[in-house]
C-alpha cells in the first residue's frame, strides 16, 4: 500500500425515439439556483468541492459512497485537457466538509516519458475494496485503461496497474452489480473525431464483463448502430425482470438507448431517448423506488456548430420505464463559457441522491438531491 500524495489545495435528432476542500459547503446557496417546475426546490445542500486549485482547469467528476458510509469524489486537472500534466485528484467528504485534495495517479511512464490521465471512475462493490478506474495516454483514441484499489476508503491507495489489453474499463460512469454477482462495466471507444455519422458509427458503445471481482474481463461485441448513432459513454439502468438500458451520449442531437435481456452480453440496436443531448456528457442511475434519473444537458445543437451545442443549461430528467422521459429539475442555467459538463450521480444508503460535474472547466460542484421531492 502507498499512501496518497498530499497537495494542498487553497481556499475556500431528428431521430425516431425507440465549498472548498477544506472550505465551507453552503445549504443551496445563490450558484445552484435549482428550481423545479412548481417551484419547490429538492436541493439539499450545493457547494464546491474546492474553490482554488494548483491547476487552472478540471473535468470529468465521479461520486461514490464508500463501505463505511462516506462520500468520495475524483476528477482529473491540470493546465488543458490532453495536456501530459493532467493528473487525477480525490477528495472525501467527512463532517459535511471535502477534505484537502490529494493526487493519486500521474500519466509518467517507465521511460521517463508522460501522457495525461482521463476520466476517473470510483466504484465499490459490495464486498471488497473501492476500485478506482482511469485511463492513461495521448487521447481518447489511443488511451489506455488503469486502476487502482484501496481497502480502507481511499486513505491508502494500491499501486496503479495497467488494464489488460483491449479492457478500457469503465469510459466514464459506474460500472453496476447484477443481481448473480456480475460486474458489468459500462464502456466505449471513439474513432475518427469530427467524421461525423456519414461517415458511420466511428463512436460504439460495448460492454466489459467480469464474473471474478475484476480479476479477469470479458469484451462483448460493439453495439449495434444501424440507424449510424454515435454513442458513447453509457451508463447502465436497471429494470424488472432483470432487463438492462443503457443510455449514452451521443452525437445526432439526442440521447442514445440500448437494451439487454441476456445480463448485458448482447444489446439491441442502439436508438434515441427523448430528451435532447448536445454531444455531451451524462449520467444516470435506478433508484431505489425504482424510478430512473438522470444529469444532463436539456439543449441541442448550435446552428454554427454542428454536432456540439451548448452545455448548459443543466438538468435532472426521471422516468419510470426509461423511455419517456420528464425534466424535472433545472441545476444550472447561466451561459458560462465552458457550461456544466460531465455529471456523476449516486444515491447514497439513507436515499439522498449525489451529483458532481464540472463547473465552467475551473471547479467541480456538488450537489445533494432529495429524490422524493422530485416528482
Not at 476528477?75 to 477534505?99: L, M, Q, S, Y
Not at 473501492?130 to 486513505?155: A, C, E, H
Not at 427523448?274 to 451524462?282: A, I, K, Y
Request: charged residues 15%.
Amino acid at each position: 500500500m502507498v499512501e496518497v500524495t498530499r497537495r494542498r489545495l487553497g481556499l475556500g435528432l431528428g431521430l425516431g425515439l425507440g465549498a472548498g476542500l477544506g472550505g465551507g459547503f453552503a445549504a443551496t446557496a445563490g450558484a445552484a439556483a435549482a428550481r423545479d417546475e412548481d417551484g419547490s426546490s429538492a436541493v439539499v445542500r450545493s457547494g464546491f468541492i474546492y474553490d482554488q486549485a494548483p491547476y487552472p482547469q478540471c473535468h470529468a467528476s465521479t461520486i461514490v459512497e464508500t463501505k463505511g458510509g462516506v462520500m468520495a469524489a475524483a476528477w482529473f486537472g491540470g493546465t488543458h485537457e490532453k495536456h501530459p500534466d493532467v493528473c487525477i485528484w480525490f477528495a472525501r467528504f467527512e463532517n459535511g466538509a471535502w477534505t484537502e485534495g490529494v493526487q493519486l495517479a500521474d500519466g509518467v511512464q517507465p521511460d521517463g516519458s508522460r501522457h495525461p490521465t482521463w476520466n476517473p471512475v470510483l466504484f465499490q462493490p459490495p464486498q471488497g475494496d473501492l476500485i478506482l478506474f482511469y485511463k492513461v495516454g495521448p487521447d481518447p483514441f489511443n488511451w489506455w485503461g488503469m486502476v487502482m484499489t484501496s481497502p480502507d476508503g481511499g486513505r491508502t491507495w494500491s499501486a496503479p496497474r495497467r488494464l489488460p489489453d483491449g479492457i478500457l474499463g469503465p469510459i466514464k460512469n459506474k460500472p453496476v452489480v447484477l443481481a448473480d454477482g456480475t460486474w458489468l462495466s459500462p464502456s466505449s471507444t471513439e474513432a475518427g473525431e469530427g467524421m461525423g455519422s456519414a461517415a458511420g458509427a466511428n463512436w460504439r458503445l460495448h460492454f466489459e464483463i467480469s464474473t471474478d471481482q475484476g480479476r479477469h474481463w470479458t469484451l462483448t461485441d460493439p453495439v449495434g448502430s444501424p440507424l449510424n448513432i454515435d454513442a458513447i459513454q453509457p451508463s447502465v439502468l436497471v429494470h424488472p425482470n432483470g432487463a438492462l438500458q443503457a443510455v449514452a451520449r451521443a452525437r445526432q442531437g439526442a440521447l442514445a438507448s440500448s437494451w439487454s435481456h441476456d445480463g448485458g452480453r448482447t444489446w439491441s440496436p442502439i436508438g434515441a431517448v427523448d430528451l435532447p443531448n448536445p454531444n455531451s456528457g451524462t449520467d444516470a442511475s435506478t433508484l431505489s423506488d425504482g424510478r430512473h434519473l438522470m444529469i444532463y444537458n436539456h439543449a441541442g445543437h448550435e446552428p454554427a456548430r454542428p454536432g456540439r451545442g451548448p452545455r448548459y443549461p443543466l438538468n435532472v430528467g426521471l422516468s419510470a420505464d426509461g423511455l419517456s422521459w420528464r425534466n424535472v429539475l433545472t441545476l444550472e442555467s447561466e451561459a458560462l463559457p465552458h457550461g456544466y459538463a460531465y455529471p456523476a450521480v449516486v444515491q447514497a444508503s439513507d436515499g439522498l441522491v449525489h451529483v458532481t460535474y464540472t463547473h465552467d472547466r475551473t471547479r467541480i460542484r456538488h450537489v445533494i438531491l432529495d429524490p422524493s421531492r422530485l416528482t
